[in-house]
């Protein structure tokens, strides 16, 4: 008798971005913070996310181009999301185009609106493999 395999579950999003307008009180600056993680929970790593940003604030273009996983150079071992982070200093309280791309499962359209007190989605697509969070949801 063979023994039923078991599988994890399904999950509705590979990734989470959270998007938040802050403020740095070093260089007493505003900036955006794109923080992006995984769903998966990792038990021997917190593995670090592979991005390669593409920033044209002059057009209010953003993309992020998603590459993979990579396993952090520490010394001891930890638990948790993989995640990366990006802060974007030179925006203005205006529209901006997002693109998050990924290997074999294409390029996602978004666009979020900066006002001055937060940020705010103002068009997502349909199906996507990141949910995109602000101040707002």
Same mark, same amino acid.
């Given at each position: ?7 994890? @579950?399904?999950? %509705?999003? /590979? ?8 403020? @740095?009180?070093?260089?007493?600056? %505003? ?11 990792? /038990? ?11 920033? @044209? ?9 998603? /590459? ?6 520490? %010394? ?13 200093? @030179? ?7 997002? %693109? ?25 697509? /349909? ?11």
């Amino acid at each position: 008798m063979r023994t039923r395999q078991v599988r994890p @579950d399904k999950l %509705d999003f /590979e990734y989470e971005l959270l998007i938040t307008k802050e403020h @740095d009180s070093i260089i007493k600056k %505003d900036y955006i913070l794109f923080h992006f993680r995984t769903k998966k929970v990792f /038990e021997s790593f917190e593995y670090v996310i592979n991005i390669i940003p593409e920033i @044209d604030a002059v057009n209010k273009k953003l993309q992020f181009n998603i /590459e993979g996983l990579s396993a952090p150079v520490i %010394d001891i071992s930890k638990s948790g999301n993989a995640g990366y982070t990006y802060k974007f200093f @030179d925006f203005k309280n205006a529209e901006y185009n997002l %693109d998050l791309l990924k290997y074999a499962k294409g390029k996602i359209h978004f666009k979020f609106k900066v006002t001055p007190s937060a940020v705010k989605i103002t068009k997502e697509p /349909e199906s996507s493999f990141i949910k995109v969070i602000t101040e707002e949801n």
